[in-house]
């Protein structure tokens, strides 16, 4: 091919590549210099090439044109022989599926970053910064607003999470050896069988929202779903741990607990349900894993520990982002918070609070015998794990703008239940 003039008239020779063949390449690369109006002529030997290029231009919105000459051999039905000169007119649908498309960003969604307030629905599954072409679809995603789902920190918190991604199979010595009690042996399974249930809540929580992100809000989708994939591997390692030394049942699930979870999962709103469960619930677990991480009686228990609650650093550092992002938007939002955690505070008045199972476990391992004064102190380590747990809370909340006073009164309203 051979190209030579400038704007608004420009020469192409596509000598004997046909239409049929991919010249329609070339024909593009050419007009997409010209403006509307511009005039690019075009020679080749092609057999049939004034058809399929009288053709070609219909359907992209130009004009066809040729000369004097070759429409006298065009009107004759004289065979070719020489190459044929034809013009091409760029007119004002030219290029019209571009120059018809809509930005999915908005000024310039190409610049790395960009990210709208409201993307349109029609923007669809398209990526952020394509050109969406007139006429795609409009898809229904419910959290289709930077209000509702967006955090300064989730760029930075995607990627670490990448960096942060581990394998059940190698990151833990599941081979480690170890002896334990049968009564601390027991222990440890009840602790484990109550992580599973609260970590599947962990789990099922976030994927119910996470198909009504809208694609343009792309970090928090992936954020999210590395979020489900985390706790899918703490449900793996949990179970895991549970069976390890024991065949046949775990322990006890409670109806308090498992109540105590279902208020979450009921939750329909995100940013509430990001409050409860990540925020609060979340949060207090954390204080648990590291406290099971420092008390652990063998080695795999610990590690388990340790590895979960660096993933769950995460997904409470995400929660609070958000809600940090969202109030200082609308301010008012922390009264909806209140009264969120307020309600799910008395639809759990009447249920028994943490298993007792799980308590007692924890005092044992945090004990690490039998002995009067050993179970003393496991029980004042599990105390000062709530107190913990309670001044956590506070610190979150005074994060979100909450007063001293409100903050802990709302702490003190969480659920006995930890998560």
């Not at 399929?52 to 065009?74: I, S, T, Y």
């Not at 990001?274 to 207090?284: A, Q, R």
Request: proline share 5%; with cysteine.
């Amino acid at each position: 091919m051979t190209r030579t003039g400038t704007s608004p008239s420009t020469v192409i020779d596509i000598e004997a590549l046909g239409l049929d063949r991919g010249a329609h390449l070339l024909l593009k690369r050419a007009l997409a210099d010209l403006p509307p109006g511009g005039r690019l002529c075009v020679r080749g030997s092609a057999p049939d090439l004034a058809v399929h290029l009288r053709g070609w231009c219909r359907a992209q919105g130009h004009e066809f044109a040729l000369p004097e000459v070759e429409r006298a051999r065009d009107e004759a039905g004289a065979e070719g022989g020489s190459p044929l000169v034809a013009w091409v007119v760029g007119g004002a649908a030219a290029g019209s599926r571009l120059r018809g498309a809509e930005a999915a960003g908005g000024a310039d969604a190409r610049e790395p970053g960009a990210v709208v307030e409201r993307p349109p629905a029609r923007w669809g599954l398209a990526a952020r910064g394509a050109l969406v072409e007139a006429g795609a679809p409009e898809y229904n995603f419910r959290l289709d607003s930077k209000a509702q789902v967006w955090a300064e920190n989730v760029p930075r918190l995607y990627r670490q999470a990448l960096a942060a991604q581990w394998n059940p199979a190698t990151a833990i010595d599941w081979d480690a050896p170890f002896e334990l009690p049968e009564e601390v042996e027991s222990a440890v399974v009840q602790v484990m069988t109550y992580l599973v249930e609260n970590e599947t809540a962990a789990l099922l929580v976030p994927a119910k929202f996470l198909a009504q992100v809208h694609p343009h809000f792309r970090e928090v989708m992936q954020l999210l779903a590395i979020q489900v994939a985390d706790e899918a591997r703490h449900v793996e390692v949990f179970t895991r741990r549970a069976a390890l030394r024991r065949k046949g049942a775990l322990g006890l699930s409670t109806a308090g607990g498992q109540q105590s979870l279902k208020t979450l999962f009921d939750e329909p709103d995100f940013t509430l349900a990001s409050f409860l469960l990540s925020v609060l619930g979340e949060g207090t677990f954390l204080n648990l894993l590291w406290f099971l991480e420092r008390h652990a009686p063998d080695p795999v228990t610990r590690q388990v520990a340790r590895l979960a609650a660096q993933d769950e650093a995460r997904h409470v550092a995400f929660g609070v982002g958000h809600l940090q992002y969202a109030v200082a938007l609308d301010p008012s939002l922390r009264g909806r918070l209140a009264a969120a955690a307020e309600r799910r505070h008395d639809a759990l008045a009447q249920t028994a609070g943490l298993n007792e199972e799980v308590f007692d476990a924890l005092v044992l391992l945090a004990a690490g015998s039998w002995e009067p004064g050993a179970i003393a102190e496991g029980f004042g380590k599990v105390q000062a794990l709530k107190r913990e747990m309670a001044a956590d809370r506070t610190s979150r909340l005074l994060k979100l703008g909450f007063g001293p006073g409100e903050a802990s009164a709302i702490s003190e309203l969480h659920t006995r239940n930890f998560m």
